[in-house]
């Protein structure tokens, strides 16, 4: 979230996997009933964003601290059967509590359990991949996009900061503050770093890769949870988790519509640069609407290098745009990118 790290911090884990029944008991058989699908309880994206009250605060997870209207009844899909949160496109593979586990499907958590964290990470990190493949990546129509079990690990840092680790291939949320996997958008932007890993091996290895990678996560972190969950203020990025660490409201990790300018407004800090990255693709999805705006923004990370420069990722996805929706597209897109200077 605050910072990306690409090696291993602690000692890679492993949990076994296992059925539980009676009083503690292990059991070899998976009780029939377990499916595909469950229910789940989560918030949507986050509680200030969903209900528009900047006054609300962590409170030690203090189950009180947050309005039952905050918390949405959903059905967690594509789950593999065991009765764990193990699925075709997250697998909540550790926690420092006991892993979440249902035997009737439902999986109702409230946030002072750190299980309703494993539900959050799992139900966004599934309805990310399943919007990917909604606009064509994996189905036959373009390149799949990190379409795999995507390993998670939750509350397992204990900072305020979450990462994605290359080599192991895990996404890893902190839990200092607002534990991160209360946050659906803190959750979405750590994704949209394993997007890019997924895309280009070894991207982010120039300063200004490393800022496309902040500002397109914070990007990825906004129109995902916007189509599944709009909220007023959709350009403030984890309205949630930023109460621990911002005094003024509207809280915000950082926005996706500052008026940043390349390159007299670079600094070396690649968050802070990323915000010119992530504000030229909200004026081009404001421009073109999410569903091509994310289409040609995904098609056109293919293509980039992995220390690329803002310009060169900008010309990629005009290419993008062109090659998929012609010349009229193209010429929005980089009108968006001139904007900011880019081009």
């Not at 884990?13 to 309880?41: E, F, N, Q, W, Y």
């Not at 840092?157 to 080599?167: A, F, L, P, T």
């Not at 290419?319 to 929005?332: E, K």
Request: a negative charge.
């Amino acid at each position: 979230m605050k910072q990306r790290i690409v090696t291993c911090v602690v000692a890679l884990c492993t949990t076994a996997m296992v059925v539980l029944s009676g009083a503690g008991a292990v059991s070899a058989r998976t009780p029939a009933h377990i499916g595909s699908k469950a229910i789940g309880r989560v918030f949507a994206p986050n509680p200030v964003a969903d209900l528009r009250d900047q006054s609300l605060t962590d409170q030690k997870d203090s189950a009180s601290a947050v309005p039952s209207a905050a918390y949405h009844k959903v059905t967690l899909t594509n789950l593999d059967g065991t009765g764990y949160l193990r699925g075709d496109w997250a697998n909540v593979r550790s926690s420092t509590g006991p892993l979440a586990f249902s035997s009737s499907g439902r999986f109702n958590y409230l946030r002072d359990n750190d299980r309703f964290e494993q539900v959050m990470a799992y139900y966004w990190v599934t309805r990310a991949q399943l919007y990917i493949q909604r606009l064509g990546f994996g189905s036959g129509t373009y390149r799949a996009v990190n379409k795999e079990s995507q390993d998670l690990r939750i509350d397992q840092y204990g900072g305020d900061n979450s990462y994605e680790v290359d080599k192991q291939d895990y996404l890893r949320y902190g839990k200092g503050g607002v534990d991160d996997a209360e946050d659906a958008e803190v959750i979405l932007h750590e994704y949209g770093h394993a997007i890019q890993a997924d895309q280009v091996a070894g991207f982010g290895s120039s300063e200004q890769a490393g800022a496309i990678g902040e500002g397109f996560s914070d990007y990825w972190a906004v129109t995902v949870s916007e189509v599944n969950a709009p909220t007023p203020d959709e350009a403030c990025v984890a309205d949630w988790d930023s109460v621990s660490y911002t005094s003024g409201t509207p809280h915000c990790l950082r926005r996706v519509d500052t008026s940043l300018h390349y390159p007299g407004d670079l600094n070396g800090e690649v968050h802070h640069d990323g915000q010119i990255w992530s504000r030229a693709l909200w004026d081009i999805r404001n421009a073109l609407g999410h569903t091509t705006a994310d289409t040609l923004i995904l098609k056109s990370q293919f293509h980039y290098a992995p220390g690329t420069s803002m310009p060169a990722a900008a010309r990629a996805t005009v290419a993008a745009a062109r090659s998929l929706y012609g010349s009229g597209v193209a010429n929005t897109v980089r009108s968006r990118f001139a904007a900011r200077g880019i081009l």
